[in-house]
Antibody, heavy 120, light 108 residues
């Protein structure tokens, strides 16, 4: 079955960096576009970034553009999010999500998320 | 950026009742609208896409309707496992992909 497992979250000081990973299994990873989406404590969902199957097309939300970098390793079935210059308002649970095959850019599988806390 | 607005923020409902949740887009998204369910401490689960197509394994008591800027998610007879937060998401005009603020369905 499809599994997405995020890791790499933790406590980091403002201005610091973290690299999140998402290990994918149960499907042919290279066949699917992927995204990162986050949820601040008690808040709604915020889309962050999107990467095409081989990384040729990448999009970012304005809130993270220039600070976050999405990438993928199809041989290793992994998705990454490099986060630099972190701010307090980046505190959130970060989810990786798999784009559904049909019907547009929506997400049929999500990981359980990894918590990033930015605090001094 | 298309702004998605959900109402109400919270719905207090008794099990067995029918509920209707609303989602409004700041401009037309055609039928490029999805609904997700999120239970406490869990990842979101896809319920509906294309405004009205149920995702795989979603019970028939969930239905979606609408087009353009006005959408609804209905649950015909609320079960105990349906108490959750529901989000809409547009994918017609992106980036960015945008979500509504959510509607919490709680036990009355």
């Amino acid at each position: 079955q499809v599994q997405l497992v995020e890791s790499g979250g933790g406590l980091v000081k403002p201005g610091g960096s973290l690299r999140l990973s998402c290990a994918a299994s149960g499907f042919t990873f290279s066949d699917y576009y992927m995204s990162w989406i986050r949820q601040a404590p008690g808040k709604g969902l915020e889309w962050l970034s999107y990467i095409s199957r081989f990384g040729s097309t990448i999009y970012y939300a304005d809130s993270v553009k220039g600070r976050f970098t999405i990438s993928r390793d199809n041989a290793g079935n992994s998705l990454y999010l490099q986060m630099n210059n972190l701010r307090a308002d980046d505190t959130a649970v970060y989810y990786c999500a798999k784009r559904q095959t049909l019907g547009g850019v929506l997400f049929d599988y999500w990981g359980r998320g990894t918590l990033v806390t930015v605090s001094s | 950026e298309i702004v998605m607005t959900q109402s109400p923020a919270t719905l207090s409902v008794s099990p067995g009742e029918r509920v209707t949740l609303s989602c409004r887009a700041s401009q037309s998204v055609s039928t490029n609208l999805a609904w997700y369910q999120q239970k406490l401490g869990q990842a979101p689960r896809l319920l509906i896409y294309g405004a009205s197509t149920r995702a795989t394994g979603i019970p028939a008591r969930f239905s979606g309707s609408g087009s353009g800027t006005e959408f609804t998610l209905s649950i015909s007879s609320l079960q105990s496992e349906d108490f959750a937060v529901y989000y809409c998401q547009q994918y017609n005009n992106w980036p960015p992909l945008t979500f509504g603020g959510g509607t919490k369905v709680e036990i009355k």
